[in-house]
């Protein structure tokens, strides 16, 4: 299954995947500077990490590709 970082995002602090929640949370993700989202084995089951800790165990750490659309005035709905 291929969830994008935005998709994982709404799915970590379990809200409805809207545009308005991407933006809002992708925001939120940003102020937290050192740490990233990603998961390890299941791509629907997201994860907080600090940077260096993906970063030093890329092998049981994997990070989402991003979508082009947020933020695009696009409506995004749970699937």
């Known amino acids: 299954m291929n969830v994008t970082k935005q998709q994982a995002l709404c799915m970590f602090h379990c809200e409805e ?9 992708q925001k ?8 990233e989202l990603c998961y390890r084995d299941d791509p629907t089951d ?7 800790t993906i970063d030093n165990n890329p092998e049981k750490y994997h990070l989402y590709t ?3 659309c947020a933020g695009n005035g696009l409506n995004y709905h749970s699937r």
Do not use: A, C, Q
């Open 66 to 68: 991003s979508s082009n």
């Open 28 to 35: 939120r993700l940003e102020e937290m500077e050192d740490l």
């Open 46 to 52: 997201p994860v907080m990490v600090s940077k260096r």
């Open 17 to 25: 995947y809207t545009n308005d929640n991407v933006i809002r949370l």
